[in-house]
């Protein structure tokens, strides 16, 4: 399942109706390190159809739900489950060890 | 067991993906490891990744931001059937030929090769606090054009006087008020046009002969503690965002005991040659250059290396037939 993109008017209904966790890239165009993450987590959200969702907030489009949760660094990523934030990971990591952070919600 | 390459590279900064080009061009069907997604300099694409314009790479007139550069790169080298693989070389067993490269924890090699062309490059120092941990990501950052946008209208400080501090600084008063910038010394080490445009900066201030010893804040930065480093006294610097750009050290933790290297952990070369301590192991780039350190240096560097691998495998006789000469004159 390709990525859902996210925005401010439609965060809280899509991530409110869920009904797997969901992993939500905070990103932008002009982050370098979000460009190399970006592949990895279409990958993910490929392999992971079913239990995991992969969302992408555009923080120049959205601003609101990264203020709303203190982003102050990007690429965040936040995995949120039946509507709450479980888990928060901060810069950019290789596949190997975003997929060891999300075994426990697989 | 796998298929013995000709050659690997390890690394896809400048260095890496010039030794691509050239290695793909004598066809030579090079694989790069390009290394793995990171906030740091350590990551696919190096240094590049995380700066912005690029003023100083030739052929570009106006300019070019490093992630642009990098993709373009990274295209041209695929474009001659070079190997590009997300992946980080993890252990490495260059004893005997071929050389063998781990990418994994399997017990097999990932990669075996009858060259290795290293460019694994420098990655940023840090500051070596305790609350750096707590707080990277919640206002401490090691990329001023990832986080830069969540300053604006705060008040921000930059840790060094190098260029990298300068164009961080510069590129930072876009979103903040203020942007102080911490050095240990008197004056600055960066290059006299870069100094030139930070001093007429109105939205920078300079905090000289200083340095950061501690970090406020639980879960977002508060402020920096910071000593005057002739007085001793210390003081605090109520900034919510801090960037730091104190320097680099290079990626060679993989090579020690296994390559010579200077004290700094600099790979050595043979003057005026990419020959490392290991024959048909070749290294480019900022691993081994802490003099110049510019992305045209470590390009050159990758050509040199590709020419000096090329040219090694066929005087051992490992070369494939189809070998191309690389041309020594256009």
Known sequence: MAPITLTDASFDEEIGSADTAIIVDFWAEWCGPCKTIAPVLDEIAEEQAGKLRVGKVNVDDSPEVARRFEVMSIPTLIVFKDGQPKKRLVGAKGKGQLMSELSEFL | ?330
Not at chain 2, 216 to 229: F, I, M, Q, R, T
């Open chain 2, 1 to 330: 067991m796998n298929q013995v390459r000709n050659v690997v590279i390890i690394g896809s900064g400048p260095a890496g993906l010039t030794a691509a080009i050239y290695t793909a061009r004598a066809n030579l069907a090079p694989v790069v490891l390009e290394g793995e997604p990171s906030s740091t300099t350590d990551q696919p694409g190096g240094q590049l990744m995380l700066t912005t314009e690029v003023e100083n790479y030739p052929g570009f007139v106006d300019g070019i931001t490093g992630p642009e550069l990098m993709a373009t790169m990274r295209a041209q080298a695929a474009r001659f059937g070079a190997e590009l693989v997300v992946e980080k070389a993890t252990r490495v067993d260059f004893s005997c030929r071929p050389f063998k490269i781990w990418a994994d924890s399997d017990p097999e090699p990932t990669y075996q090769a009858l060259s290795v062309i290293i460019s694994t490059g420098a990655r940023s120092l840090m500051l070596g606090l305790d609350a750096e941990e707590r707080l990277m990501g919640r206002g401490l950052s090691t990329c001023a054009t990832c986080d830069g946008f969540f300053h604006r209208g705060s008040h921000i400080a930059v840790v060094g006087g190098g260029d990298s501090a300068m164009e961080e600084a510069l590129f930072l008063t876009k979103f903040a008020e203020s942007v102080t910038v911490i050095h240990r010394r008197d004056q600055l080490r960066a290059s006299k046009i870069m100094q030139e445009r930070a001093f007429k900066n109105d939205k920078i201030r300079f905090l000289w002969n200083s340095r950061v010893v501690d970090l406020l804040g639980e879960s977002a930065l508060e402020g920096a503690v910071v000593k005057d480093v002739t007085s001793g006294a210390t003081s605090t610097l109520d900034v919510t965002g801090l960037f730091v750009a104190i320097g680099h050290r290079p990626n060679t933790d993989l090579f020690r005991d296994v390559l010579d290297m200077d004290d700094a952990g600099y790979l050595v070369t043979r003057p005026g040659s990419t020959y490392t301590s290991v024959e048909g192991v070749f290294a480019a780039g900022d691993v081994q250059d802490h003099t110049y350190r510019q992305a045209v240096t470590a390009a050159g560097t990758g050509c040199m290396a590709a020419i000096d691998a090329e040219r090694w495998l066929e005087a051992h006789g490992d070369a494939p037939d189809d070998i191309a000469e690389t041309p020594t004159e256009w």
